[in-house]
């Protein structure tokens, strides 16, 4: 069966430390991969989209990078500060049963940035 | 640039009523998006409407329903509620068709007592 997962266990990491979150899929074929920051209550913000023909992406102290082999994404935070502290979620774009695709997301990790 | 907006904040209904929830996406985007988050869960896709017109939906029951008006509103209609529809239900637009960037409103917490 299709799945996207990301750890579900909290990451704590250190302020000023790189944080490396792992989305890994199966059964899919994306064609791309973003990854979402979503705080308590709120709705999800956008932060990176990578294609299949990318190896990696950055924005400011984001990278993220997309293996279409290993099917998997690793989204890391350099310089990690309290405020990055969220759960981070991964989205691929896949094929539902109705034939068109859709974006799904993982359930996401949550992030804890200790000062 | 305003944002995606989403009304209610909150709605509280009892079991077998309907609740319409509503969203209104960026200027400009002609993608709306809905999604069911139930609490500690992930995102659900429920509906994704463009043009006007209904082009996906999730794995939900018929009484999940919805429509986007010209002006690319959206509203999401769950009839004869259950208790485990009470979640945080949010909107999202994009500018094309299926895989860009989304963007999210707020959400509407929907409890079902």
């Known amino acids: 069966s299709q799945k996207i997962e990301q750890n579900s266990e909290a990451l704590n990491i250190q302020e000023g430390k790189t944080a490396t979150l792992t989305c890994n899929y199966t059964?899919?074929?994306?064609?791309?991969l973003q990854w979402y920051r979503q705080d308590p209550g709120r709705g999800p913000v956008f932060l990176l989209l990578?294609?299949?023909?990318?190896k990696e992406k950055r924005k400011e102290r984001l990278k993220v990078t997309f293996d279409t082999t290993l099917k998997q994404s690793l989204f890391h935070i350099t310089a990690s500060q309290p405020a990055d502290s969220a759960t981070y979620l991964c989205?691929?774009?896949?094929?539902?049963?109705?034939?068109?695709?859709?974006?799904?997301f993982g359930s996401g990790t949550r992030l804890q940035v200790q000062p | 640039e305003a944002g995606v907006t989403q009304s209610p904040t909150h709605l509280i209904k009892t079991r077998g009523q309907q609740a319409t929830l509503r969203c209104s996406p960026i200027?400009?985007?002609?993608?709306v998006y809905w999604y069911q988050q139930a609490l500690g869960l992930g995102l659900q896709f429920l509906l994704w409407?463009?043009?006007?017109?209904e082009r996906n939906r999730g794995n939900f029951p018929p009484r999940f329903s919805g429509r986007q008006f010209p002006n690319y509103s959206s509203e999401l209609n769950v009839n004869a509620l259950e208790l485990e529809d009470s979640a945080l239900y949010l909107c999202?637009?994009?500018w094309g068709q299926g895989t860009y960037e989304q963007y999210f409103g707020p959400g509407t917490r929907l409890t079902v007592t």
């Open positions: 999202a637009s994009s």
């Open positions: 200027s400009g985007h002609t993608s």
């Open positions: 990578i294609r299949e023909n990318e």
């Open positions: 409407y463009d043009e006007g017109e």
């Open positions: 989205a691929l774009d896949i094929i539902r049963d109705t034939g068109r695709r859709a974006l799904t």
């Open positions: 059964n899919y074929s994306p064609a791309y």
